[in-house]
């Protein structure tokens, strides 16, 4: 089992449309948590900090549950300019920062 | 603010030669970490580096060397190259010591070529 998961997509929506994505962590031991956002062959950027119960910014909220180990990320109102790959990332203390392997959105007119 | 800068941007080798990548973090920031990125996966944690040593290490052998110099700019050095290490190179820095140990900023990317 890879130590974080992502549903890699595509997910495809029209504009307008919210979207969620999940992301599974199996070290219990994590403690920070965060969305990149990554477009196609540049860097990822950091899009949130995902810190105890969660933030919004903007269009954009980041959950955490750390009963269930998981992150998510909502975006509302869909943009054309939000297609991207989505990476989310945990990592803490001692515990090397883990990537998954990323999921990609497509927003359409 | 000039944010991490990379260099080379690109970069074509053969199997067998040795490569050194490098990075200039983020102003105000201590802290370097490599990253490996092949198509369609994530980013793979390397090695940190912080007060010119390594502090952790991802799964990756030891032809992965790095070094880290007093004006916390770093190189990424890979000897022996395989084909398999054909990827981007990513080095992202942080600031270790404050709240937002853990945040991290990437700069845009080293693609290396093995043939």
């Known amino acids: 089992r890879k130590e974080v998961e992502q549903d890699p997509g595509p997910f495809n929506v029209p504009e307008g449309a919210t979207v969620a994505f999940n992301c599974t962590y199996s070290?219990?031991?994590?403690?920070?948590f965060f969305w990149y956002r990554q477009d196609c062959r540049k860097e990822p950027k950091l899009l949130m900090s995902?810190?105890?119960s969660g933030n919004e910014d903007g269009r954009f909220t980041a959950q955490l549950n750390r009963a269930s180990q998981y992150i998510s990320l909502l975006i509302r109102d869909s943009k054309l300019s939000d297609s991207a790959t989505y990476l989310c990332?945990?990592?803490?203390?001692?515990?090397?920062?883990?990537f998954g392997r990323g999921t990609s959105l497509i927003v359409h007119p | 603010d000039a944010g991490v800068t990379q260099s080379p941007t690109h970069l074509i080798k053969t199997r067998g030669q040795q490569v050194t990548l490098r990075c200039s973090p983020k102003?105000?920031?201590?802290?370097v970490s490599w990253y490996q990125q092949a198509l369609g996966q994530g980013p793979q944690f390397i090695f940190q580096?912080?007060?010119?040593?390594?502090?952790q290490r991802g799964n990756f052998p030891d032809r992965f060397s790095g070094h880290q110099f007093p004006n916390y700019s770093s190189e990424l050095n890979v000897n022996a190259l395989l084909l398999g290490d054909s990827a981007l190179y990513l080095c992202?820095?942080?600031?270790?010591?404050?709240?937002?140990?853990?945040?991290?900023?990437f700069g845009p990317g080293t693609r290396l070529t093995v043939l």
């Open positions: 070290n219990s031991a994590s403690q920070s």
């Open positions: 102003s105000g920031h201590d802290t």
């Open positions: 580096y912080y007060e010119e040593e390594e502090r």
């Open positions: 992202a820095s942080s600031s270790t010591g404050t709240s937002r140990t853990d945040t991290q900023y």
């Open positions: 990332v945990a990592s803490g203390g001692s515990y090397i920062p883990t």
């Open positions: 995902v810190y105890s």
